[in-house]
């Protein structure tokens, strides 16, 4: 499995980064070579999470070549039955396999205007057409999730599909959403951040032990864990969200 954590709501976090470099000045040294007071904090961002990829990768897996994702429309125009429309994204995702295309992405909503079928059950039903693709997230809402259940869920998508899954994780933003879940949109970032702990801490087929504003997992832990490992980055004290490959788990 890989997984991808959102860098949505990048304007908010670089309110979170000033504040942040100003306290840790040694960051701006370390990470941001060049760095002025008058630089734009949302490009520290970019740069910063584009470094900490970059820095996880050997060189022919960074600028040796070009990837290709295609993101399949799995929300559609009112009136549309959904069902109708499952044979021909088979039909897309087996063209796009044999495109050569590496990676099909899905997004996720709930109670929009527009027919939208859910990212998991669909990435599971299209497992067999996209052969060697990856298959992933563009994003999942976090918040609106029990970590447990997502953790439980995705990990066993990366089995139905043998480890391509990408997990994409996004905080969410549409009030009728949050409002309909009974959570408070402003919740949405210590939610996030607790259930990545974990989700994280489950994926590792560890025991997880966390006491948390939101959830409390004891002494628990998943026994099919993603079937690559886990491995990933997020800085917490800036809240850039940055991604980066599993690596295989022995």
Known sequence: MTILWDRANIHDRSKVVRAYL???????????????PETNPDEMVWQHSKHARLSNFTPEDT???????????????????????????????????EAGIESVWVLHHYLGNMPTLQPL????????????MFLGTNMFILPLSHPVAVAENYATLDHITGGRVIAGFGMGYRENEFESFGIPLSDRVSRYEESVQIIRGLWSGKEVNVTGQHFTVSGQRIHHVAKNGVADAISHETHYIVSEKLADKP
């Not at 600028?63 to 021909?88: H, K, Q």
């Not at 059950?121 to 060697?132: I, K, N, Q, R, S």
């Open 121 to 132: 059950p669909l990435l599971a039903a299209l497992a067999a057409e996209a052969g060697d």
């Open 22 to 36: 100003a306290d840790h000045p040694e960051v701006v040294t370390e990470k941001f070579p060049g760095y002025a």
């Open 63 to 97: 600028y040796a070549s070009v990837r290709f994702g295609l993101a399949i429309m799995n929300d559609f125009p009112p009136g549309t039955v959904p069902a109708e429309r499952i044979p021909l994204l088979r039909e897309q995702v087996r063209a796009a396999a």
